[in-house]
């Protein structure tokens, strides 16, 4: 069995046998955060799961000639797509103009992260664009830790930093967000 950072790198090579070993693997962890993500949804949210990782997934298996530099590279990106479709469908039902039926995102389980109640996933992700203007490292941390599921080991390798920055501005990002999100709330 070869490493998942290998198929990564030979896929990205154009090795169609690497990809055939690579997608169950990263199949069941595209699903393993999804359920994550879809567990603050709604009872009867039309979005599922298994659409949610096959559209994400649908979006990576057409990028050609990506050079991956490992496990974490691909989770974070695959993470942001799985973040950009829940955007999508929450903007394109237009539930963040009426502030009702907002697609939920459990935020206070998340990853260390806690967030004001009813704090939907339209907010976080302005408020994610925000800090990433301000503080592209700690976007890029909260985004891989929540969305992408990576430890603090895990990020730091990815981004190449040590964990104590990781740590360092994670916890600035969190209080951020959190602040951020609450002000918003009261608008």
């Not at 237009?94 to 995102?105: Q, Y």
């Not at 503080?135 to 990020?155: D, H, M, T, W």
């Not at 730091?156 to 990781?166: D, G, M």
Request: glycine share 10%; charged share 25%; hydrophobic share 45%.
């Amino acid at each position: 069995m070869q490493d998942t950072t290998q198929l990564l790198v030979a896929w990205g090579k154009g090795d169609q046998q690497a990809f055939e070993c690579l997608t169950p693997r990263v199949q069941q962890e595209l699903h393993r955060v999804a359920m994550y993500y879809m567990a603050g949804e709604r009872r009867g949210h039309m979005l599922q799961a298994t659409a949610l990782v096959n559209e994400a997934y649908m979006k990576l298996i057409g990028w050609k000639g990506v050079e991956w530099t490992g496990k974490q590279h691909f989770f974070g990106v695959a993470a942001g797509l799985m973040r950009r479709v829940l955007v999508d469908y929450a903007r394109s039902g237009g539930r963040a103009k009426r502030g009702a039926n907002t697609a939920r995102v459990p935020l206070a389980d998340a990853g260390e992260l806690a967030f004001p109640a009813g704090a939907g996933v339209v907010a976080v992700d302005d408020a994610m664009k925000d800090l990433e203007r301000l503080a592209p490292r700690q976007s890029k941390i909260v985004e891989l830790r929540y969305f992408g599921g990576l430890s603090l080991e895990e990020i730091a390798a990815a981004i190449e930093v040590s964990v104590a920055t990781v740590r360092r501005d994670f916890s600035i990002a969190k209080a951020w967000l959190f602040r951020e999100l609450s002000r918003k709330s009261m608008v």
